[in-house]
């Protein structure tokens, strides 16, 4: 069974569910226990139809790499003169990179001269520039909030000005005297907070060479790196790590407060939108959690229509309100006091890279298990530059 017949099969599974759903409710719009049992089933159905789609999607990529050839094919001159030959220095360099990985495999007691080039502040030693690029695309790959805020590079504290009061149009007499406002700025400032992960690799890994050290060291940190970076951009309080679009002071304003403190309804999701200014609502999406979309899938709006919808397009975020859905582990769950669901336009998370990761060794620290230890560590800040422009749907408080 191919892809397109894999999600013919799941939108007509999800429409089936849903119809069952309308024929199944009672005069109070509710579903016997049995019925709910079923309708459970068909959603899991649906869901099981789409961790399929996915596995079959990573496969295919996986086999579309693999088909590529070993060697490029030649379709210009054969050869390139001195002059003609593009000449890579420092961390772009190979001779960097395979230094580094001599590096890596000796932990660090082979330190050729021109890695001495690229010591940071705290005695490791900077990633190639190829290493740094594929973990900053894996980063994006990995963390969905780098793929919906605004990332910079910064080189110190960078300073955000902020147009806090803008100035106002007056209607004047003829002849009468000319009145103006300046606009007033606030300024954000971005930081950079050290981030550290490491890991562990077996001595008989290290220095075997056929084990692909690099590319399992890469994986490693960028899975580390994007939890730490994501859980930190969602809920940081920004104390030694940034301030997240969850945080009470500095995050998201609240948009909406449910009546209830277990349950979310179709009109408090609506009006989570509709508290959001129009010119943000342009490029909106929501974040929530997997329980939380779990509960709020079966709501529908005025129009009795079902106010999730699965993408239809592979790679495509599914849809609530037509507005995308990302889901992270790291939301809060539903709960007295939560908030729950953010939604807005995250370009206006800004997110402060500082300089260049680097790698460094672990010393002594995992030696009595015959393992070594490697440390990536970067400095990054997030805050969010405008608050009006996310809004949060926080939960009642009690459930009194």
């Keep these: 069974m191919d892809l397109k017949e894999l999600r013919v099969k799941r939108n007509k599974a999800w429409e089936a569910a849903k119809a069952f759903v309308e024929t199944k409710r009672d005069k109070d719009g509710l579903l016997s226990q049995e019925d709910g049992k079923t309708y459970n089933e068909m959603e899991q159905k649906v869901k099981n139809y789409s961790l399929e789609i996915e596995r079959m999607e990573e496969m295919l990529a996986i086999e579309n790499e693999m088909l590529k050839p070993v060697n490029a094919p030649i379709v210009s001159k054969p050869m390139k003169t001195d002059e003609e030959k593009e000449v890579k220095t420092g ?15 000796s932990r660090f007691r082979n330190v050729s001269n021109i890695l001495q080039e690229g010591v940071d502040a705290d005695g490791g030693y ?22 919906l805020a605004t990332t910079i590079t910064t080189h110190g504290e960078r300073k955000i000005n902020i147009a806090g009061a803008k100035p106002a149009a007056a209607w004047t007499d003829e002849g009468g005297a000319l009145t103006f406002e300046d606009a007033k ?7 950079a907070h050290k ?16 084990f692909g050290l690099e590319n399992y060291i890469m994986n490693q940190f960028t899975k580390a790196l994007s939890n730490a970076e994501e859980d930190a951009f969602l809920n940081g309080d920004g104390s ?17 407060t449910t009546a209830s403190a ?18 943000y609502r342009k490029n909106a999406a929501f974040i929530i959690s997997d329980q939380s979309l779990s509960a709020i899938r079966k709501l529908k709006d005025g129009n009795g229509a079902f106010m999730w919808q699965p993408a239809l397009v592979a790679g495509e975020p599914d849809r609530l309100l037509g507005y995308p859905v990302y889901t992270s582990p790291y939301v809060p769950t539903i709960a007295a006091g939560a908030s729950v669901i953010a939604f807005g336009d995250f370009k206006y998370y800004n997110i402060g890279d500082r300089g260049t990761r680097s790698f460094s060794e672990l010393k002594e620290l995992y030696a009595g298990n015959g393992m070594v230890g490697f440390v990536a ?9 405008l608050s009006e422009a996310v809004k949060i749907l926080k939960m009642k408080s009690t459930s009194a």
């Design 91 to 105: 961390r772009a360099s190979n001779v960097y990179k395979e230094d580094m990985l001599n590096a890596l495999r």
């Design 126 to 147: 900077l990633v190639p520039e190829e290493y740094d690029k594929r973990l900053i695309d894996g980063l994006t790959e990995e963390n969905i909030f780098r793929k």
């Design 195 to 210: 981030l550290t992960v490491a890991v562990k690799v077996t001595e008989e890994l290290l220095y075997d060479n056929a």
């Design 262 to 279: 277990t349950a979310i309804t179709a009109d408090e999701l609506i009006n989570l939108v509709y508290s959001l200014k129009r010119p």
């Design 377 to 385: 560590k970067e400095r990054v800040d997030g805050k969010l530059v």
């Design 185 to 191: 700025f606030d300024q954000i400032l971005l930081d």
């Design 240 to 256: 030694k790590k940034p301030l997240g679009i969850f945080a009470s002071t500095g995050g998201g304003d609240v948009g909406v």
